[in-house]
Structure formats: structure tokens, C-alpha cells
């Protein structure tokens, strides 16, 4: 099966810096890559994903980089604002037909005002 | 779409009781996803289901654990006999594409067992 790893646990930057949370996983099958993000007290929801078939995908401040090589990805995020603070998560698919995804631990950002 | 509806949004209850936690996946949608939160062990599959199916239940921890689908628009997660290392968050979760497409979580089940 799929093994997704996700680090940093946590991080917090300065707000207006940007932040960065890598992500690895273990399937070269694997062909589509979400981020989650998750407020407290709140559920997952999507912000961004990326499919095999690019290297990068950019939505306002958010972007998702992915290296197929070296299977791993990233979630970048510039100017970081307060509503930023959450925790994220990223996922890649497990390979075979019963396709669901893996989540990786999660990184807890703060972002300071 | 109301989106993915869950109930009860909090329950507590007894060590020993039986939990019946319940699902509304967004219309259309074939595929669902019970997941378990927690601090410990993070956000953790616990059963799929495609077509109304269970397609991987290997996350299910333990006997005391089943899930049914019944029909495409209900599904439910039973916990007999509940026990305090089942208090979590539960969120069941909706998707066209399975594990190739975004997943719409409901606001979850928050368990506290006593």
C-alpha cells in the first residue's frame, strides 16, 4: 500500500513570510496528490491538488509542486495571513482497485501576526 | 447540496453502550469514506465503500467495529460494545473518484466514551 509521510509536524512563520510542507510517498503509481486543509474544530477540505501530468499548480498564493522522481510533493503558501493558521494535510492514492487515498500525518501552521 | 450531512454531531456515552454514528453522502456521489481523528494517530481510514460496497474495510479496528451502506444516499458506523479508546472525531467523507478525486468530508461525530 501506499506510505505518505509529511513533515514538518509543525511550523509557524511571521505573517507575510512563506511557509513550506513537503510530503513523500512511497507508490511511483500514484497519480493524483491533494492538500487538505483543516481549522480547528472544523473538517478537511480541499485547497489545492496536483496530477502526475504537471510539475506545478498555482491557485492565488497557494502552490503544490510535485517531483515524480523522487517522489515527493510540496505545498508552498506566500504571504502568509492569519487565517492561514490550520492544520494541512497532504494524501496520494493507494495503487490497485480499491483506489482511496492516504493521509499523511499533518503539519500544524501558526502563522504570528 | 447540503453537502455530505452526518448525526449526531456530538455523543457521549457509556463504556459497554452500543454507538450507531450516521452518514448522508452528497447525492451523485458513489464512493464513502468513514475516517477516525484523533491526536495519537491522526486522520485514519477505517472503511470504503464504492457502489454501495464495502471495498477495503483492513482500517476497521476490531470486531466490535461494522459499517453497512444500505442504499447510495445512507451509510452508518456501529461501535458494540464502545469503549474509551473510541473517543474521536468520525467523519464519513463522499467522492465521484474515489481515491482520484476530491473527498467531502461532513462535519463529523464527535464520540466521548465514559
Known amino acids: 500500500g501506499e506510505n505518505v509521510e509529511q513533515h514538518p509536524s509543525t511550523l509557524s512563520v511571521q505573517e507575510g513570510d512563506s511557509a513550506v510542507i513537503k510530503c513523500t510517498y512511497s507508490?511511483?503509481?500514484?497519480?493524483?496528490f491533494p492538500w487538505y486543509k483543516q481549522e480547528l474544530g472544523k473538517r478537511p477540505q480541499l485547497i489545492i491538488d496536483i496530477r502526475s501530468n504537471v510539475g506545478e499548480k498555482k491557485d492565488q498564493r497557494i502552490a503544490v509542486t510535485l517531483n515524480k522522481t523522487a517522489k515527493h510533493f510540496s505545498l508552498h503558501i506566500t504571504e502568509t495571513q492569519p487565517e492561514d493558521s490550520a492544520v494541512y494535510f497532504c494524501a496520494a492514492p493507494t495503487s490497485g482497485s480499491a483506489r482511496q487515498l492516504t493521509f499523511g500525518s499533518g503539519t500544524q501552521l501558526t502563522v504570528l501576526p | 447540496d447540503a453537502g455530505v450531512i452526518q448525526s449526531p454531531r456530538h455523543e457521549v456515552t457509556e463504556m459497554g453502550q452500543e454507538v450507531t454514528l450516521r452518514c448522508k453522502p452528497i447525492?451523485?456521489?458513489?464512493?464513502l469514506f468513514w475516517y477516525r481523528q484523533t491526536m495519537m494517530r491522526g486522520l485514519e481510514l477505517l472503511i470504503y465503500f464504492n457502489n454501495n460496497v464495502p471495498i477495503d474495510d483492513s482500517g476497521m479496528p476490531e470486531d466490535r467495529f461494522s459499517a453497512k451502506m444500505p442504499n447510495a444516499s445512507f451509510s452508518t458506523l456501529k461501535i458494540q460494545p464502545s469503549e474509551p479508546r473510541d473517543s474521536a472525531v468520525y467523519f464519513c467523507?463522499?467522492?465521484?473518484?474515489?481515491?482520484?478525486?476530491?473527498?467531502?468530508f461532513g462535519p463529523g461525530t464527535r464520540l466521548t466514551v465514559l
Open positions: 507508490d511511483s503509481a500514484s497519480n493524483y
Open positions: 447525492s451523485g456521489h458513489n464512493s
Open positions: 467523507a463522499s467522492s465521484w473518484l474515489a481515491g482520484d478525486g476530491e473527498q467531502f
